[in-house]
């Protein structure tokens, strides 16, 4: 278990958890240092998009700036804005796809139950790949 203390950082002071070509993010709260959730900062370049999938858990998600479209599970696409939220389900009905539609970069908050960090992708065929998020 993991001893919970305050936390108080600057953002820029964090270090990248992943960078790819086109997106980059930041654990902000998660097994070091957090009991219950996994917090994190992403961001993607224009026109990037993370492919269709769903968490086994429950995910709230906060744009906190840029302009995009969120598809869901159903194929219905929302726009995304700064101050947009979405609360995606466990498994396949909160399915969903991110896609940065405008000139400049999509950020966004995420938020998870700490106990797992799976994630499925959605293949064209239906299959799913379990991997690490």
Known sequence: MTKSTMIVRDLVDIPNETERVNASMKLLVDKRNAENLRVGYMWWK????????????????????????????????????????FHCPPGESGAHQIENTSQFPLCLLFIYPRQTFLSISLKPDKTSNRKPL
């Open 46 to 85: 224009p026109g990037s998009k993370v492919d269709m999938h769903y968490h086994d858990v429950e995910e709230l998600q906060l744009i906190l700036y840029g302009n995009g479209r969120l598809t869901d599970c159903e194929g219905k696409r929302h726009p995304l804005r700064a101050g947009t939220m």
